[in-house]
């Protein structure tokens, strides 16, 4: 009895659902990104002088954080170490919050950093992330010859 039930399991590819279901959490994941930036843009409005580049740099980084869950969304084993990147990020994130609970927001940081933490975890095994720091077999096989024409 083979382990594998998939032809694409058995050469090291994911199996379709689970790849499609990796991508699927990294696209949601992306786009709920969008939700933070939208309520960003009037904090950033509303902030004191003093904090109106943090707002406004905090408020960038989810485009940039929804940017790079749609690359994985889009080619998830092509992107070596943005999946590695986000989860040491969301991960720590996490952590200083659930340690520094008394601080403002920690609670819902906490949560929300550790679901993003998860979902990222989740896609990352689903879609064989790890797979992105291998070399690529097409571009290590040599280039197909072409066929000599004959005068």
């Excluded at 889009?74 to 991960?91: C, V, Y």
Aim: charged letters at 15%; one cysteine or more; glycine letters at 6%.
């Amino acid at each position: 009895m083979s382990v594998f039930t998939t032809r694409e399991s058995a050469s090291g590819r994911p199996a379709p659902w689970a790849d499609r279901t990796g991508r699927t959490l990294m696209a949601i994941t992306g786009l709920s990104t969008l939700i933070p930036f939208a309520n960003g843009i009037s904090r950033v409005a509303n902030a004191p002088e003093a904090y109106m580049l943090t707002e406004f740099w905090r408020t960038t980084a989810y485009l940039v954080f929804a940017g790079l869950w749609g690359l994985l969304a889009w080619t998830p084993r092509r992107q070596p170490g943005i999946w590695e990147l986000l989860l040491i990020h969301k991960t720590a994130v996490a952590v200083f919050a659930l340690v520094n609970l008394g601080a403002t927001d920690s609670v819902r940081d906490s949560i929300s950093d550790s679901s993003l933490a998860v979902s990222t975890l989740v896609a990352y095994v689903l879609c064989r992330g790890w797979q992105a720091w291998r070399p690529d077999d097409a571009a290590a096989a040599p280039a197909p010859r072409s066929p000599q024409l004959s005068r």
